[in-house]
């Protein structure tokens, strides 16, 4: 079934696709791209369009946008705790937001989907083996022998089936009361509330318990979904162009395509080539997109994307998730921002602090640096000020772990200690505790 200018859900095999895996066994891949077509969609078109409302919101600077979770999901951290830690620490971000920035935050996810990854190489070499690069577990594993790094299609039907079972027990906790603001103390871990930042959240969540307490006292009810629910959206890199499309259904309430493997999907840095696959399947559905776009971007070329992506400039399906790293940003944002404001297209400017600030430690664990981290967010703030646009969010690879994976941050990570807890396949993530401190600057300045 063909909708504008030819796209269908399979229009993408007419591109090139960068990037995908090369998988042994076209068959089987095959088969499992079909098994799943059959299989219910993750998400709902009706979810979808309410989170595009409320990014329609971040593009006027009415609400901020919290994009975060790991770099790559772990099937084996598929677990309780850890969705529930992670979830924790994005609802603290969220309540600091609201709460110390004035300003709503929309909670986005990298979760239950973020099992593909893109590599600079396709192979490298591990104690002196020449391996297939590790390339998410939907793909391939991270252990370094040829047999878990040869793709198997057969985790992709994996991946959908834990992708399920988070989203259920995150749409568990966020309507069944867990996340209910009556309970904005219990969200902080223990291992967080000793710290400076953990002492600043209880301070804060102290007084929203007593504004609560107040409401209930004078008469006004707080047993509300306001209060008592939340909703955290789902998203991932659409990198696995079969997944994506088995998973692209069409809405029956309105007869439109949408790709309900999660809410939002983003394109990479470096599958965002305007003639290119990636760019041709997500321009056919209508869930907000996002596209990261790095130091070596081309105006022109983001604009042929905005038109190719967004040809109807509605607000709040196009989020642009620059990455320049905190040397480059200052050079190279104010002009992009200058020039896209002259177009008038309607953008979210969402800031990823993290993957042009990654190097690798002498202790040779990728690594990321807190203070570039914050520095990056700082200048885009202050970028967007000077040049009249607007700052929409931030975009994080963190998790709600104690983990040991960026250096500094208020107890000061130091590279020695790197070792201690890296429990990443892929990127370097925030802590908990620095993903806490980021919400604390952050929230200074969105009350700009
Ligand atoms: O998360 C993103 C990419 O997969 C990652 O930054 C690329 O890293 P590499 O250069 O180690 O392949
Ligand atoms: C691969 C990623 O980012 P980028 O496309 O910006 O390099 C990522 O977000 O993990
Ligand atoms: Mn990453």
């Known amino acids: 079934m063909t909708n504008q200018n030819g796209w269908t859900k ?74 529930r830690e992670t979830m924790k620490v994005l609802l603290q971000m969220a309540v600091v937001m609201a709460y110390a920035g004035g300003k709503p935050a929309i909670k986005v996810g990298r979760i239950a989907g973020q099992f593909a990854k893109p590599r600079s190489s396709d192979t490298e070499i591990v104690d002196g083996v020449e391996l297939p690069s590790y390339r998410g577990d939907m793909v391939n594993k991270s252990e370094a022998s040829i047999k878990a790094r040869t793709p198997n299609p057969k985790y992709i039907l994996k991946g959908y089936y834990l992708a399920a079972s988070t989203l259920n027990l995150l749409r568990a906790f966020t309507r069944g009361g867990f996340a209910a603001l009556h309970r904005v103390q219990a969200w902080n871990q223990e ?73 939002m999907l983003w394109i990479g840095e470096r599958t965002r080539q305007v003639d290119g696959a990636h760019v041709e399947f997500l321009r056919g559905v209508l869930n907000p997109i996002g596209v990261k776009i790095g130091p070596d971007h081309d105006i022109d070329n983001i604009k042929q994307l905005i038109e190719t992506l967004n040809p109807e400039n509605e607000p709040g399906r196009l989020t642009l998730i620059t990455r320049m790293g905190c040397d480059n940003i200052e050079k190279k944002l104010p ?100 993903s806490l401190e980021v919400a604390f600057q952050i929230a200074d300045m969105i009350k700009h």
């Open 335 to 434: 002009a992009l921002l200058r020039e896209i404001k002259k177009e008038g297209a309607h953008i979210v400017w969402n800031c990823d602090p993290m993957h042009a600030n990654t190097y690798t430690s002498e202790s040779g664990h990728k690594t990321r640096n807190f203070n570039d981290i914050l520095t990056e967010i700082t200048r885009f703030f202050e970028i967007h000020w000077a040049e009249g646009t607007i700052p929409g969010g931030v975009h994080l690879e963190m998790t709600g772990k104690n983990v040991t994976e960026c250096v500094g941050g208020a107890r000061n990570i130091v590279s020695e200690e790197l070792h201690n807890r890296y429990d990443t396949t892929c990127d370097p993530r925030l802590n908990a505790e620095q």
């Open 191 to 263: 291992f967080v509330a000793q710290s400076p930042m953990g002492r600043s959240y209880n301070r804060l969540a102290a007084q929203i318990d007593q504004a609560i307490k107040f409401m209930n006292t004078i008469g006004i009810p707080t047993d509300i979904p306001q209060v008592n629910q939340t909703q955290i959206f789902t998203s991932h890199e659409a990198l696995l162009l079969p997944y994506e499309e088995a998973l692209t259904r069409i809405d029956s309430t309105t007869g439109d395509w949408y790709d309900c493997s999660a809410h």
């Open 10 to 83: 399979s229009s993408w095999k007419n591109y090139t696709a960068l990037q995908q895996p090369n998988w042994p066994d076209q068959k089987a891949l095959e088969k499992v791209t079909k098994d799943l077509a059959l299989l219910p969609p993750l998400v709902f078109a009706g979810e979808i369009r309410t989170l595009k409302a409320l990014l329609a919101k971040a593009s006027k600077g009415e609400a901020f946008l919290i994009q975060g979770g790991d770099c790559s999901e772990d099937f084996s951290q598929v677990t309780a705790p850890t969705i």
